[in-house]
């Protein structure tokens, strides 16, 4: 079974402008969710996606934003950038049935913001 | 308020001796909770949930509602431990994840 990947892994953007980060989850997977990690904040919720709906939002100002596709895929977009998005964005993707569940993480993609 | 705690930044052990990382929660509801670990230069992992009462890798873990903990134990801790581990509270759906700050096991020979 092919793991979650990201793209791109890494990432330099200047202050003011936009980015687009893409997750494709486990095969079968219907949920997707992505996470901030920085040395300050540790792991913060970002949002998650199930079905093309988003299901839950953290605590993030309206310039991250995100979105999935029919196949599961999703992106996250953050917009005019600031110094404080320098961060790795994790997604996860996830099943759960009965009492089975599953989740597994991406490698993340560094974003660094000059 | 929805919080999880690791008090400590970092735990030292010896090889074979026991192994304890704390987790306490604060949550209104009825918690799930699941522990991650993360090894040098590899994926967050997801180790166990509460739920399933599963020992993984040697590693068991029991919710306590009454002092709302979910402590991570380990009777002999091996080199191989060594890692970060991250506590988290299901904040109301399954991906809706509220981690600790984690704790960074170092297991010495």
């Known amino acids: 079974k092919a793991g979650v990947t990201q793209t791109p892994r890494y990432l330099i953007k200047t202050r003011g402008q936009q980015v687009t980060l893409s997750c494709s989850p486990i095969s079968g997977h219907r949920s997707v969710s992505w996470y901030q990690q920085t040395p300050g904040q540790g792991l913060q919720f970002l949002f998650e996606y199930f079905s093309e709906t988003q299901r839950n939002k953290g605590n993030f100002p309206g310039r991250f934003s995100g979105r999935q596709f029919s196949n599961s895929r999703s992106e996250m977009n953050v917009s005019t950038l600031e110094l404080g998005d320098s961060a790795l964005y994790l997604c996860a993707s996830s099943f759960g049935s009965g009492g089975h569940y599953e989740q597994y993480f991406g490698p993340g993609t560094r974003l660094t913001v000059t | 308020a929805q919080r999880v705690t690791q008090p400590e930044k970092l735990l030292s052990v010896f090889k074979g001796a026991p192994v304890e990382l704390k987790c306490n929660y604060s949550y209104s509801g009825s918690p799930e909770l699941f522990w991650y670990v993360q090894y040098s230069r590899q994926r967050l992992q997801l180790l166990l949930r509460?739920?399933s009462r599963e020992s993984i890798k040697g590693f068991t873990a029991d919710l306590n509602k009454g002092e709302t903990s979910f402590h991570l134990k380990k009777p002999f801790a091996q080199e191989e431990d060594s890692a970060m581990y991250y506590c988290?509270?299901?904040?109301?759906?399954?991906?809706?994840?509220?981690f600790g700050k984690g704790t960074k096991l170092s297991v010495k020979p």
């Open positions: 509460h739920i």
């Open positions: 988290a509270l299901n904040g109301g759906s399954q991906g809706n994840l509220i």
